[in-house]
């Protein structure tokens, strides 16, 4: 039984201040509709703007993953995003009235507990997930960081932190399923190391900033009277250095909680693929800067293989919609310039060919003897002759007319074409035929490869007197 979309039952708020603005504000989740996904509007601004998550989006990733649309951002948005991963849910509309989601407690529990409240329902369309078919890597050798996506029926990580500290040393985290998000990772506070503390508090950068919402980690020696700074600073009675090498502003809720966070930002940021995801996901010292460049990874792998998936597989053997000996009763062009052997399918908006390419072809005596390849030009005009079996079908006398090429824009070529392939056009027209023209997105691929890709103008002319 496939799985089904979910949203929340009802509304429900949540409020606190923003981590680096320190201004107080309001979110509330709402239900929405299927494929929806998730989407932010700040509804204080001028027309409520919609800032959809999706990694494309991403404009800032130094403090915290920020996303930016149509005029407006929102920062801070890996806690929130977790929350809605970790439980499942698949569309949601986060209404807010400012540029920063509330850091409440320096986790995703607190999203959670409140979603939870509104309760969560199944949808009538089905989950799309997208599967993990080969390993995905991304790395970044400067900073020792590595990712890898391998194949797996359900969602698991496994995360590992080593910041060269005697204090936080090296950890790992993991789940072996995403039902285990809610116990083992929502609770789980942000941290930072107390150097990062006074560089952010001397160049006012956490004005939200609060010791109840963060594990700082003391990785140097502090005086008393540094203490004591901190102490006013947070408007606290005193501050001291716990036993474990943090401050003593809060108690860990986990042994290795700064690994687990590493993990929550994990979940929260590949979020923004905008797909879930049916994989296993490790990663070594992740920050938002390299799970945003792995999500966008992920996603070009996603969109390139749903490209694929737009075109039919056809079976060349199959009977046609027109052989060679139909072809030529329609166009004008004869060996060896013929460069459509067979359609395979053809309507009113799009037309389907094969060429064989051969190694018997004279072209080859010429171009690349020793490494025969099929020039790209005569791709384009064998794709040319295929959508002009298109145009020209919208005529009752074919034969008596000629195909002109009148424009080719945005070509590429992305493969090479040896003896051997079979090459499969497709053309589908971009808008109607008008006075006999056309104009046409071709892709031409060999097996699952695209190999070539063009938009063509083309137009019919009539002449008298053509033979066949």
């Given amino acids: 039984m496939n799985a089904k979309q979910r949203t929340i039952m009802s509304e429900v708020t949540v409020s606190g201040t923003g981590l680096h603005t320190g201004e107080p504000v309001t979110m509330t989740f709402r239900p929405a509709a299927e494929n929806h996904g998730y989407k932010f509007r700040r509804i204080d601004l001028e027309g409520s703007p919609v800032i959809d998550a ?95 996506a391998m194949p797996l029926d359900d969602y698991r990580f496994t995360c590992m932190v080593d910041y060269n500290s005697p204090v936080l040393g090296s950890q790992h985290a993991s789940i072996s399923t995403i039902s285990e998000f809610k116990k083992e990772i929502a609770s789980s506070r942000t941290f930072c190391f107390l150097h990062e503390l006074e560089m952010l508090l001397k160049h006012d950068l956490i004005k939200g900033g609060d010791l109840n919402n963060a594990i700082v980690v003391v990785d140097k020696h502090v005086s008393p009277g540094e203490l004591d700074h901190l102490a006013k600073l947070f408007n606290r009675k005193d501050i001291d250095v716990a ?93 060896p310039f013929l460069m459509v052997d067979k359609i395979l399918e053809l309507s009113k908006t799009h037309v389907v060919g094969l060429k064989n390419v051969t190694m018997n072809e004279d072209l080859f005596m010429g171009h690349f003897p020793g490494s025969p390849i099929f020039p790209g030009v005569l791709q384009i005009e064998a794709m040319v002759q295929t959508g002009g079996i298109l145009v020209l079908n919208t005529v009752p006398d074919p034969e008596n007319y000629l195909t002109l090429f009148l424009k080719i824009e945005n070509a590429r070529f992305k493969s090479k074409v040896v003896p051997g392939d079979t090459l499969i056009f497709y053309c589908n027209l971009l808008q109607p035929i008008r006075r006999g023209i056309a104009q046409m997105r071709g892709v031409g691929m060999v097996g699952e490869r695209i190999v070539v890709e063009a938009e063509l103008m083309a137009q019919i002319v009539k002449v008298k007197g053509l033979e066949a």
């Fill in 54 to 148: 999706d990694v494309d989006n991403v404009t800032d990733t130094s403090r915290g993953t920020t996303i930016t649309q149509n005029g407006a951002s929102v920062s801070t948005i890996e806690h929130v995003l977790a929350a809605l991963v970790g439980l499942e849910i698949d569309n949601v509309l986060i209404d807010l009235d400012g540029p920063e989601t509330p850091i409440m407690d320096g986790s995703s529990i607190l999203f959670v507990d409140a979603i939870l409240e509104s309760g969560i329902m199944d949808q009538a369309a089905d989950r799309e997930y997208y599967h993990i078919t080969d390993n995905i890597h991304y790395s970044e050798p400067d900073r020792k960081v590595e990712m890898v």
């Fill in 243 to 335: 036993p474990q090498g943090i401050l003593n502003n809060i108690e860990l809720r986990h042994q290795n909680e700064p690994a687990r966070h590493k993990l929550l930002d994990m979940i929260g940021d590949l979020a923004l693929v905008g797909v879930p995801i049916k994989g296993h996901i490790m990663a070594a010292r992740p920050g938002h800067a390299a799970n945003v460049a792995f999500a966008k990874k992920i996603k070009a792998i996603i969109k390139k293989e749903r490209s694929r998936k737009h075109f039919k597989v056809y079976d060349p053997n199959a009977t046609p919609v027109y052989d060679t000996v139909q072809i030529m009763n329609m166009l004008p062009h004869r060996w």
